[in-house]
């Protein structure tokens, strides 16, 4: 059973930073495409930042140069360093892990998201 566990969400100032934590389990880790969504009241999801199995990395325009990606496959996680916090950033933030195999299945997981709430 495939789980993503996100951590790290809060309340922090504008100007502020936190940092998020997705734990995979359940999966080979190494072999998965990873990101970080989010999603706004009365909006839609959107990407934020993405790293896949070999470490190629891109952001969202509105959060680069302020978030940072990265993956540590020795522990099953991923991170979203998040700096220079806005009220704009205010969302549920969602890991996703997919990987898509040589004969087109496509396994695609999602975690149940962790708040970040930016007062200004």
């Known amino acids: 059973q495939v789980q993503l566990v996100e951590s790290g969400g809060g309340l922090v100032q504008a100007g502020g930073s936190l940092r998020l934590s997705c734990a995979a389990s359940g999966l080979t880790f190494r072999n998965y495409d990873m990101s970080w969504f989010r999603q706004a009241p009365g909006k839609e999801r959107e990407f934020v930042a993405a790293?896949?199995?070999?470490?190629?990395?891109d952001y969202a325009v509105s959060v680069k140069g302020r978030f940072t990606i990265s993956r540590d496959n020795a522990k099953n996680t991923v991170y979203l360093q998040m700096n220079s916090l806005k009220s704009e950033d205010t969302a549920v933030y969602y890991c996703?892990?997919?990987?898509?195999?040589?004969?087109?299945?496509?396994?695609?997981?999602w975690g149940q998201g962790t708040q970040v709430t930016v007062s200004s």
């Open positions: 996703r892990a997919k990987r898509e195999t040589a004969t087109t299945m496509v396994y695609d997981y």
């Open positions: 790293i896949n199995w070999v470490n190629s990395i």
